[in-house]
């Protein structure tokens, strides 16, 4: 579900019931700018959905890596 943030002040009641279960994308001048979600969501199923998406046999480090990430964005 995406709003606004001016929604969002005005409901923001509703709004925390709502991302009990579901994700809220909250946007200001048009922009997305922050992601209400419930602290359940299970961070350890969406890490393990990025296991294997840097190739084993490619040697690389943790600088590089970043620089990689930070070049997409």
Request: net charge positive.
């Amino acid at each position: 579900m995406v709003i606004t943030a001016t929604e969002l002040k005005n409901n923001l009641g509703r709004y925390l019931e709502m991302a009990a279960d579901r994700e809220i994308i909250i946007l200001k001048n048009g922009k997305q700018i922050a992601r209400l979600t419930s602290p359940k969501v299970n961070k350890i199923e969406i890490l393990k959905s990025l296991v294997g998406t840097i190739p084993s046999d490619v040697e690389i480090d943790e600088d590089a890596l970043r620089k990689e990430r930070l070049s997409r964005q």
